[in-house]
Nanobody
């Protein structure tokens, strides 16, 4: 089970940190990812990291602004979002995949419930 939190309303240029707490099973061998979905748009890959610490990866749209990290002791994955833009407004989801390098929705088997991020201009 994955529980995402930390969303909210922020002004453009601001920052937010999302958390994804894993429980009920071990995700020690999973890739952990973040996706987002804006109204009327398809779900978009945002970031991912292997639970074993493989180098994180991002699409160009967020590279340099977003940072994914993990705390194995807390079984939690974070998404630090800086320099937020109105186009970052979306529901953000955390997810888990058995595939290394997974960057599409279909690669992920477990999903959290989503947390809303709204960036005002």
């Amino acid at each position: 089970q994955l529980q995402a939190s930390g969303g909210g309303l922020v002004q453009a240029g601001g920052s937010l940190r999302l958390s994804c707490a894993a429980s009920g099973r071990t995700f020690s061998t999973y890739t952990m990812g973040w996706f987002r979905q804006a109204p009327g748009k398809e779900r978009e890959f945002v970031a991912a990291i292997s639970w074993s610490g493989h180098r994180p990866y991002y699409p160009d749209s967020v590279k340099g602004r977003f940072t994914i990290s993990k705390d194995n002791a807390k079984n939690t994955v974070y998404l630090q979002m800086n320099s937020l833009k109105p186009e970052d407004t979306a529901v953000y989801y955390c997810a888990a995949s058995r595939l290394l390098g997974a960057d599409t929705s279909s690669d992920y088997s477990y999903w959290g419930q989503g947390t809303l991020v709204t960036v005002s201009s």
